[in-house]
C-alpha cells in the first residue's frame, strides 16, 4: 500500500492509538483526535503522528479536525471512525440523558466528521472509511440497550454508506471486534494470551485496508481463537 494519509479519532490510547502505531510504522501520515490532552501528546511523542485535542461530538471540533488535515496532509484517504464509549444500564434504570450523550459521540459524532470528509474523498475518487462497531451490535445483551444500540446503529450506518459510496470508489468497512483488552470501562491491567489485544484489531484494519482497491470487507467480525480460560 502506497503511503496514505490517515485520520483517526480517539487515537490517544487503546485501539485506535495502535492503529496510529502500526501506520505510523507503515510509513503512513496520520492525523489523531482525542480528549485527554496528556495521553494525546504522549501518544503524538511516540510515533510522531500530529494528535489533535478534540471532541467528535462537537461540530466544531470536527471542523477544525479536517482544517489540520487539509493544511498537514493535503486530504484524508483514510478515515479510521473508532472514538465511542459505554454505558450500560437496564430498561426500568436507564438515564436516558446518559444515553442520548452517548449517541452523542458513537453515533452523531461519527456522522458528523464523516459527513466534512466523504466530500473530499468523492472529490479524489477514491477513500476509505473503517467504522469501529462491535459483537455487541451483532447480538443484545443484559445491559446493553445504549451501548449496543450503539453500535447496531454503526453497522446499519456503515451498509447505508456502502451502498451511497461504493460508485465513488470510496470503501466503507464496518469492523466488529469481541471483547478486546483495553482500558475500556474503567478496567485496566488485563493480560490474557487467550483474550484479544488492540494490536490485533488495528492489524485486521490494516489487513483489510491492504485488500486490491476493487475488493470490500463489508464487514468483520473479530474474535480471539482458543478463547478457552475465563478472567
Ligand atoms: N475494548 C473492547 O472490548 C471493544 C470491543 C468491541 C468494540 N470496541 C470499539 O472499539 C473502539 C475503541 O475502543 P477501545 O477499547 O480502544 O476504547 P478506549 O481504550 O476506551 O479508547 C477510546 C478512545 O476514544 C476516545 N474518545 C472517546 N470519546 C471521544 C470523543 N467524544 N471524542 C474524541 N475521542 C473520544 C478516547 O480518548 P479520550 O478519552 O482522550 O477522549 C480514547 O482514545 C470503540 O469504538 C469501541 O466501541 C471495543
Known amino acids: 500500500m502506497q503511503a ?4 483517526v479519532t480517539g487515537g490517544s490510547q487503546g485501539i485506535g492509538a495502535a492503529i ?13 483526535t482525542g480528549r485527554n490532552e496528556q495521553l494525546v501528546a504522549q ?4 510515533t510522531g503522528a500530529h494528535g489533535l485535542r478534540a471532541d467528535v461530538s462537537v461540530g466544531a471540533d470536527n471542523a477544525r479536525t479536517i482544517e489540520v488535515c487539509r493544511e498537514r496532509m493535503g486530504g484524508i484517504d483514510v478515515l479510521v471512525n473508532n472514538a465511542a464509549f459505554g454505558y450500560s444500564a437496564e430498561i426500568g434504570a436507564l438515564d436516558v440523558e ?7 459521540t458513537n453515533v452523531f459524532g461519527m456522522v458528523d466528521l464523516t459527513n ?5 474523498m468523492k472529490a479524489q475518487g477514491h477513500g476509505d472509511i473503517v467504522n469501529l462497531a462491535s459483537t455487541s451490535g451483532m447480538k443484545g445483551g443484559k445491559g446493553g440497550t445504549p ?9 446499519g450506518i456503515s451498509q447505508c454508506w456502502q451502498a451511497e459510496l ?20 474503567g478496567k485496566v491491567g488485563r493480560n490474557n494470551p487467550n483474550k484479544l489485544y488492540a494490536k490485533d484489531i488495528a492489524e485486521t484494519i490494516m489487513a483489510a485496508l491492504h485488500m486490491p482497491p476493487s475488493v470490500l470487507w463489508p464487514e468483520v467480525a473479530v474474535f480471539a481463537n482458543n478463547p478457552w480460560k475465563e478472567d
Open 43 to 46: 501518544v503524538g511523542r511516540e
Open 147 to 155: 451501548y449496543a444500540a450503539s453500535k447496531w446503529a454503526v453497522r
Open 20 to 32: 496510529v502505531t502500526l501506520a505510523r510504522a507503515a510509513g503512513h501520515d496520520v492525523v489523531f
Open 4 to 7: 496514505q494519509r490517515f485520520l
Open 116 to 120: 466534512r470528509v466523504v466530500p473530499l
Open 166 to 185: 461504493r460508485p465513488h470508489g470510496i470503501r466503507v468497512t464496518c469492523v466488529c471486534p469481541s471483547e478486546v483488552q483495553t482500558a475500556w470501562g
Open 98 to 104: 446518559a444515553m442520548r450523550t452517548l449517541f452523542e
